[in-house]
């Protein structure tokens, strides 16, 4: 299985700053086909994940240009620059390049 | 606006097997290259995936859960239905669906995409 690390577990974070989360693979997420299989999710307090990034560093539709994600082969960030309030929750990073199907553990970001 | 909704039991006996059904609307499941998949996640913990299934019935399992799990499709009814036998108090979680793709091209699939929506999820207890 492909482990996902997600680093710092948590962050708290003043509003306007900006926060970054890491996440490496134990394996390339590259393909083959050219594309990297690798994404972020937000989920918030109640609510299911959200899709932020799609391979590395497209942002989803609706998500502001304040996301941006980064990286390539195992090594991987998503940078939230001049955090809102309403960023508050955990982030997960997923792989797709290979069954089964793995998360990161999740980075739990709070406003100070 | 495509929406998955969840729908199964709240509470469920160890031993007992569970059935979640995930109903899709806005769009139809029978779409070349979409699937479904399902993931759960324990209170306070991260997610873990557990099943895909594609509109052509290709069915994809988590090793460690496959000896317990079946996932079908039925796309008359545009549903996806999950079924977890012999189940214990750590499978206590909250159960999603969500929305998936992949491409497949002269006979050769490539790995699935991004999940989104996803479903509101379902929390399932197990206990006696």
């Known amino acids: 299985d492909i482990v996902m690390t997600q680093t710092p577990l948590s962050l708290s974070v003043t509003p306007g700053q900006s926060a970054s989360i890491s996440c490496k693979s134990s394996?390339?997420?590259?393909?083959?086909?050219?594309?990297?299989?690798f994404y972020w999710y937000l989920q918030k307090a109640g609510q299911p994940p959200q899709l932020l990034i799609y391979e590395v560093s497209k942002r989803f539709s609706g998500v502001p240009d304040r996301f941006s994600g980064s990286g390539s082969g195992t090594d991987f960030t998503l940078k939230v620059s001049r955090v809102e309030a309403e960023d508050v929750g955990i982030y997960f990073c997923?792989?797709?390049?290979?069954?089964?199907?793995?998360f990161g553990g999740g980075t739990k970001v709070e406003i100070k | 606006q495509i929406t998955l909704k969840e729908s199964g039991p709240t509470l469920v006996k160890p031993t007992q097997t569970l059935t979640l059904t995930c109903t899709v609307s806005g769009f139809s499941l029978n779409t070349p290259g979409v699937g479904v998949g399902w993931v759960r996640q324990p209170p306070g913990k991260a997610l873990e995936w557990l099943a895909l299934i594609y509109w052509d019935d290709d069915e994809r399992y988590s090793p460690s859960l496959k000896n317990r799990l079946t996932v079908t499709m039925d796309t008359s009814k545009n549903q996806v239905v999950l079924t977890m036998t012999n189940m214990d108090p750590v499978d206590t979680a909250t159960y999603y669906c969500?929305?998936?793709?992949?491409?497949?091209?002269?006979?050769?699939?490539?790995?699935?995409?991004?999940?989104?929506?996803w479903g509101q999820g379902t929390l399932v207890a197990v206990s006696s």
């Open positions: 997923m792989q797709s390049i290979q069954l089964p199907l793995t």
């Open positions: 394996q390339s997420l590259l393909h083959s086909d050219g594309k990297t299989y």
């Open positions: 969500a929305l998936t793709s992949r491409y497949c091209s002269g006979g050769t699939c490539y790995p699935t995409n991004w999940f989104d929506p």
